[in-house]
């Protein structure tokens, strides 16, 4: 189930993805420049992921692994994964990977999206603690949307940090510890 609020989540689910109709369907109107309204069996199509996948449930179609997940993909993640674009092959990368994972017969979909945050995960940070804003907003570019977050949140942390260790509150000596005791006789 979609967040319904999510705008996203919303993105997410409008990447297209490429269907093949194992049924017959009239009264489709998928590509408004045709004269018929109808699909025949064995049709290739490309559909919005959340009609592909509520078709998918029915039976009616069977789904294709999306480019974004193909071969070409996956050997330039294994080669460098941290210069790989993956913001231009989906922005979503590893939400909709997650969400494709199911629906497709390529089984190897989660590992791949697990190698490739695995092996992302610790550049991003680094190049989130240490970049100049240049060079960190060059990297940008190639980062999905997730891993925007992440390192928007790694810049946010080490700011703190900073500030928390140039003057921010020190440790204190608890009340408690300042109070003398009263000598017993």
Not at 64 to 77: A, D, G, H, S, Y
């Amino acid at each position: 189930m979609a967040k319904y609020y999510d705008i996203d989540d919303i993105i997410t689910e409008e990447e297209t993805v490429s269907v093949i109709f194992q049924k017959a369907a009239s009264g489709v109107g998928i590509d408004p420049s045709a004269e018929m309204d109808f699909v025949e069996a064995g049709s290739k199509v490309e559909l919005p992921f959340w009609l592909a996948h509520e078709l998918h449930l029915r039976q009616a179609v069977s789904v294709n692994v999306p480019l974004c997940f193909n071969q070409k993909t996956r050997l330039e993640i294994q080669a460098d994964s941290a210069s790989v674009d993956l913001r231009s092959r989906c922005p979503f990368f590893y939400e909709f990977g997650c969400k494709m994972a199911p629906l497709v017969a390529d089984r190897t979909i989660g590992f791949l999206l697990l190698s490739a945050f695995k092996s992302r995960y610790k550049e991003v940070l680094t190049k989130a603690h240490t970049a100049s804003f240049e060079a960190g907003s060059k990297f940008w570019t190639i980062l999905t949307k997730e891993e925007i977050n992440l390192y928007e949140t790694a810049q946010s942390a080490m700011a703190s940090f900073k500030k928390w260790r140039i003057g921010g509150a020190r440790f204190q000596i608890a009340s408690i510890l300042r109070r003398k005791r009263k000598p017993t006789e």
